[in-house]
């Protein structure tokens, strides 16, 4: 199947993909397509049919070594939580030699600002769901965590590179966790406050593994910075925490975090890297995490 590489007009799908969808009496000929803003890797739009309002997600970008771009395994992922009140439910995948699509129902409401607690319950939540079948599965551990690191700083040599290197932690390995559903991507861009109460969109890297994945993606300055517009601070950290309630997790969050917030910052550069520039300041605000306090 061959990748889209541009999409030329952002105000509605492509013929091809708009086509498919009337082929599945999701849209008729004059039905309005209004793209939604936030998504950094991806186009969507938003639509309505005689039964509901809709998104339409062209899935136009490529994976990065944290977090892949998988129309199949979102799919998968959002079958598995049909009912749950998790994650939007799942209409269609549209699969042709142009691309690749799905459509799912809308979430109503606004971005997530600050409750960390409920983001914490939530993602308690998720993680307590039965496992699916087909979707990736995350090495555990520093030790794995520093290796992934490590590959992005050797495809983003520097001299940013080196100093991070500087700084690499120990490594640390505690016993593994019991593997959970892990949503991947948990960045506040991809939390809405509905009216029923908080929901997870953008299921395009989900996988399975240890909790604190998660946990680690959310709390990270770099992303908050990236897609939230804030970094938490400690009482919202332990209020995550908190909220999500299982205090094992939390102490094996705390003896895992330096690991992830060094992948992370490799992350970061290799971002840089490929030209992504605002991933600097992002860089900066994770090597605090890294550096003894002055």
């Known amino acids: 199947m061959g990748r889209i590489e541009t999409i030329e007009a952002l105000d509605r799908p492509p013929e091809w993909l708009r086509a498919a969808l009337e082929s599945r009496g999701l849209a008729g000929a004059d039905t309005g397509f209004a793209p ?24 136009t970008g490529a994976d990065t070594p944290l977090f892949p771009n998988d129309p199949k395994a979102e799919a998968t992922a959002l079958r598995h939580l049909h009912g749950c009140g ?51 599965v995350i090495d555990q551990g520093s030790e794995a965590i520093l290796a992934q690191a490590e590959r992005m700083l050797d495809a983003a040599d520097s001299a940013s590179a080196t100093a991070l290197r500087s700084l690499k ?36 890297c989900p996988a399975i593994g240890d909790p604190t994945e998660d946990l680690s993606v959310f709390l990270s300055p770099a992303m908050q910075h990236i897609y939230g517009g804030q970094v938490l601070d400690t009482a919202q950290e332990a ?29 970061c550069l290799w971002k840089q890297h490929q030209g992504d520039a605002d991933y600097g300041d992002a860089f900066t605000l994770e090597i605090a995490r890294l550096q003894p306090p002055a």
């Open 36 to 59: 939604l803003s936030g998504g950094r890797t991806n186009r969507l739009w938003r639509f309505r049919n005689a039964a509901n309002s809709l998104v339409c997600k062209l899935f």
């Open 86 to 136: 998790i994650a939007p439910s799942l209409v269609a995948s549209v699969d042709t030699a142009h691309g690749s699509a799905l459509v799912y129902e809308h979430v109503d409401g606004p971005v997530w600002a600050q409750d960390c607690n409920a983001v914490g319950a939530l993602l308690a939540r998720l993680h307590e769901v039965a496992l699916p079948k087909g979707l990736r």
């Open 169 to 204: 932690p120990r490594t640390v390995n505690p016993p593994p966790a019991q593997p959970v559903f892990l949503h991947g991507d948990v960045v506040a861009k991809n939390i809405i406050a509905s009216p029923g109460g908080l929901r997870l969109i953008d299921w395009q």
């Open 239 to 267: 209020d995550l925490l908190a909220g999500y309630g299982q205090e094992h997790h939390a102490r094996r969050y705390a003896a895992l975090a330096p690991a992830y917030h060094w992948r992370m910052a490799a992350f």
